[in-house]
C-alpha cells in the first residue's frame, strides 16, 4: 500500500497497483482494507498497466469508495484520449461492475461509455464485450439476472499459484503432450499412467533417418491417350509399363494435354492418324443435352473406386482463362457443366457422349503455376 503512493518512482507504483489487483483477484475479502488511496493514485499512475490496474480495484470497491463514480466519469469524458485497449477494457468491465452497486450515479456514464465502446473499432474484444453489455442490459427480463451474470465470481483466482509461477519445465513436458489428459491433470503422464501403458510420442527429425522408398510408377489406363489424342494431343504421361508388343511405338517428345498449347482458341491440328492395331477410336457427338441434376446423378452414381485419376500432368503453358479452356475442349466436342478461376487454379466439370450413348463426366484442374492438370 505504502509503494502505490510513491510519486516519484512511477514504475514502482504501477507494479504495485497490479499486484494489489491480483491479490483482489484471489482475495475479494481484501477489498475494503485497500479503497482509501485508490482515488488518490488514479491521479497520478500513468502506466497503462497500472491504470487499468486501479480502474478495476475501483469497480471492485465501489461501495466503500464514496467517490467512485465520479472519478470513473472523469475518465470516461475523456476516453477519447485513452490509447490503451486494456484501460478501456478495465473501464468498460469496472464502470458496468460499479452499476449494479450503485445504479442511480453511474446509468448515465454507462450509457455514454457503452455508446462509445460499441462505435470504438481499435479492439475487437472491448467492442464486443460492450456490445454483449449492452444487449445483455437492455434484453433480460430480470437485472438480478444480468448482474448475477456480469459480476459472477467463478473467474476469480482460485488456484494456488500464479500463472508467472508456474513450473517453466512442466509447463513445456504438457505441451509435448498437448492432446492428452496431462493438461487437464496438469502432471505428466508417468505420474498417473503405468509405464507398460505409457504412450511414447517421439518426434522425427526433419531428415528422416530411414531411406525413402522408390516412388511408384502411376498406373496409366491405356485408354487415357487414346482419348486425350483425339483431344488434340496428350501430355508426356512417364510411366514404365512395358509396351505390348504389338503396340505401336510410343511418340517422343512432350506433347500438349487437350490442346494447351501457345496458342489458345486456335483450330485445333487434326488428330494424328492412330495405328490400327494399337488404337481404339473415340467419336463423339457434337451436341449433348446434359442438364445440372443430370450430371450430379450421374457423377453420384459412380464409386470412387470406379473413378481414374490422372494427377499433375505437366502443361507447356498455362491458359489464360476459362473461356479458352472451354473454347479449346469445344472444338472436340467436350462440353462445360461449370467451371471457375481460384487463385491458384482453374476447375471444371466436363462432359461429352459417345456416338454409342456412353456418358464421360471429368473434373478438370488447371494449376497456374507450375502448370500442371489434374484429370478425375
Given at each position: 500500500?505504502?509503494?502505490?503512493?510513491?510519486?516519484?518512482?512511477?514504475?514502482?507504483?504501477?507494479?504495485?497497483?497490479?499486484?494489489?489487483?491480483?491479490?483482489v483477484?484471489?482475495?475479494?475479502?481484501?477489498?475494503?482494507?485497500?479503497?482509501?488511496?485508490?482515488?488518490?493514485?488514479?491521479?497520478?499512475?500513468?502506466?497503462?498497466?497500472?491504470?487499468?490496474?486501479?480502474?478495476?480495484?475501483?469497480?471492485?470497491?465501489?461501495?466503500?469508495?464514496a467517490?467512485?463514480?465520479?472519478?470513473?466519469?472523469?475518465?470516461?469524458?475523456?476516453?477519447?484520449?485513452?490509447?490503451?485497449?486494456?484501460?478501456?477494457?478495465?473501464?468498460?468491465?469496472?464502470?458496468?461492475?460499479?452499476?449494479?452497486?450503485?445504479?442511480?450515479?453511474?446509468?448515465?456514464?454507462?450509457?455514454?461509455?457503452?455508446?462509445?465502446a460499441?462505435?470504438?473499432?481499435?479492439?475487437?474484444?472491448?467492442?464486443?464485450?460492450?456490445?454483449?453489455?449492452?444487449?445483455?442490459?437492455?434484453?433480460?427480463?430480470?437485472?438480478?439476472?444480468?448482474?448475477?451474470?456480469?459480476?459472477?465470481?467463478?473467474?476469480?483466482?482460485?488456484?494456488?499459484?500464479?500463472?508467472?509461477?508456474?513450473?517453466?519445465?512442466?509447463?513445456?513436458?504438457?505441451?509435448?503432450?498437448?492432446?492428452?489428459?496431462?493438461t487437464?491433470?496438469?502432471?505428466?503422464?508417468e505420474?498417473?499412467?503405468?509405464?507398460?501403458?505409457?504412450?511414447?510420442?517421439?518426434?522425427?527429425?526433419?531428415?528422416?533417418?530411414?531411406?525413402?522408398?522408390?516412388?511408384?510408377?502411376p498406373?496409366?489406363?491405356?485408354?487415357?491417350?487414346?482419348?486425350?489424342?483425339?483431344?488434340?494431343?496428350?501430355?508426356?504421361?512417364?510411366?514404365d509399363?512395358?509396351?505390348?508388343?504389338?503396340?505401336?511405338?510410343?511418340?517422343?517428345?512432350?506433347?500438349?494435354?487437350?490442346?494447351?498449347?501457345d496458342?489458345?482458341?486456335?483450330?485445333?491440328?487434326?488428330?494424328?492418324?492412330?495405328?490400327?492395331?494399337?488404337?481404339?477410336?473415340?467419336?463423339?457427338?457434337?451436341?449433348?443435352?446434359?442438364?445440372?441434376?443430370?450430371?450430379?446423378?450421374?457423377?453420384?452414381?459412380?464409386?470412387?473406386?470406379?473413378?481414374?485419376?490422372?494427377?499433375?500432368?505437366?502443361?507447356?503453358?498455362?491458359?489464360?482463362?476459362?473461356?479458352?479452356?472451354?473454347?479449346?475442349?469445344?472444338?472436340?466436342?467436350?462440353?462445360?457443366?461449370?467451371?471457375?478461376?481460384?487463385?491458384?487454379?482453374f476447375?471444371?466439370?466436363?462432359?461429352?457422349?459417345?456416338e454409342?450413348?456412353?456418358?464421360?463426366?471429368?473434373?478438370?484442374?488447371?494449376?497456374?503455376?507450375?502448370?500442371?492438370?489434374?484429370?478425375?
Amino acid at each position: 500500500m505504502e509503494m502505490l503512493d510513491l510519486q516519484g518512482i512511477p514504475h514502482v507504483s504501477s507494479e504495485a497497483a497490479v499486484s494489489l489487483a491480483s491479490l483482489v483477484r484471489r482475495h475479494p475479502s481484501l477489498a475494503n482494507s485497500i479503497s482509501a488511496p485508490l482515488p488518490r493514485a488514479l491521479r497520478y499512475i500513468t502506466e497503462s498497466s497500472g491504470k487499468a490496474a486501479l480502474i478495476f480495484l475501483v469497480g471492485e470497491c465501489g461501495e466503500s469508495v464514496a467517490e467512485a463514480p465520479y472519478v470513473l466519469e472523469k475518465i470516461i469524458d475523456s476516453y477519447d484520449n485513452i490509447t490503451d485497449d486494456a484501460v478501456k477494457t478495465a473501464l468498460l468491465a469496472a464502470t458496468v461492475n460499479l452499476f449494479f452497486k450503485r445504479p442511480p450515479e453511474v446509468q448515465h456514464m454507462l450509457g455514454r461509455l457503452l455508446k462509445k465502446a460499441t462505435d470504438d473499432v481499435s479492439s475487437q474484444d472491448l467492442h464486443d464485450r460492450a456490445l454483449f453489455y449492452y444487449r445483455l442490459l437492455r434484453s433480460s427480463p430480470d437485472p438480478h439476472l444480468a448482474k448475477s451474470i456480469i459480476t459472477s465470481k467463478s473467474m476469480a483466482v482460485t488456484a494456488d499459484h500464479f500463472a508467472e509461477e508456474d513450473d517453466t519445465e512442466l509447463r513445456t513436458a504438457l505441451m509435448d503432450e498437448f492432446n492428452t489428459l496431462c493438461t487437464i491433470y496438469r502432471c505428466r503422464a508417468e505420474n498417473f499412467i503405468d509405464e507398460e501403458n505409457i504412450v511414447k510420442f517421439v518426434k522425427m527429425p526433419p531428415e528422416h533417418p530411414l531411406p525413402r522408398e522408390e516412388a511408384a510408377a502411376p498406373v496409366v489406363d491405356p485408354g487415357v491417350n487414346h482419348i486425350t489424342d483425339q483431344f488434340g494431343g496428350a501430355a508426356a504421361i512417364s510411366t514404365d509399363v512395358p509396351a505390348p508388343v504389338a503396340a505401336a511405338p510410343a511418340p517422343s517428345g512432350e506433347i500438349d494435354l487437350l490442346g494447351f498449347g501457345d496458342d489458345f482458341g486456335a483450330s485445333p491440328p487434326p488428330p494424328p492418324a492412330p495405328a490400327a492395331d494399337t488404337l481404339q477410336t473415340l467419336s463423339l457427338k457434337s451436341s449433348v443435352s446434359l442438364s445440372g441434376d443430370e450430371y450430379q446423378t450421374k457423377w453420384g452414381s459412380v464409386p470412387d473406386t470406379d473413378a481414374i485419376v490422372f494427377s499433375a500432368l505437366p502443361l507447356n503453358t498455362p491458359p489464360t482463362s476459362t473461356d479458352t479452356i472451354e473454347r479449346s475442349l469445344g472444338a472436340f466436342y467436350m462440353f462445360t457443366m461449370a467451371s471457375g478461376e481460384l487463385p491458384t487454379e482453374f476447375k471444371l466439370f466436363l462432359y461429352c457422349q459417345e456416338e454409342a450413348g456412353g456418358f464421360y463426366l471429368i473434373q478438370a484442374v488447371v494449376q497456374k503455376a507450375p502448370a500442371s492438370l489434374s484429370l478425375t
